[in-house]
Nanobody, 124 residues
């Protein structure tokens, strides 16, 4: 599967953005899609994921501000980000895997397919 992330940009603190991850093939009942981010000089970190079953998972620190959802007809996963903070500034990536187990859902090395990333910059 090929993934294309989009929707990044420059936003003021407190603002919102919605990122999109478009897949080249059907993702419903097939792939878990994860969102990760990487800030300059930092390791890639887990943001959120939506399993093939549509169950959703979030990094504890982001619960309540970020929401992951899926449009099966468009083979697209969204990441709605509200109440953005300067520390949310990073390149955001989406990733997919068809065999990932729940205990590994936050591990970037467990995902086989990656999109190119989209930059989110939050100004103070």
């Amino acid at each position: 599967v090929q993934l294309q992330a989009s929707g990044g940009g420059l936003v003021q603190a407190g603002g919102s953005l919605r990122l999109s991850c478009a897949a080249s093939e059907r993702i419903q009942n097939r792939y878990t899609i994860g969102w990760f981010r990487q800030a300059p000089g930092k390791e890639r970190e887990f943001v959120a994921a939506i399993r093939y079953s549509a169950a959703t998972y979030y990094a504890d620190s982001l619960k309540g501000r970020f929401t992951v959802s899926r449009d099966n007809a468009k083979n697209t996963v969204y990441l709605q980000m509200n109440g953005l903070k300067p520390e949310d500034t990073a390149v955001y990536y989406c990733a997919a895997d068809s065999r990932i187990i729940l205990s590994s859902i936050s591990e970037p090395n467990e995902y086989d397919y990656w999109g190119q990333g989209t930059l989110v910059t939050v100004s103070s």
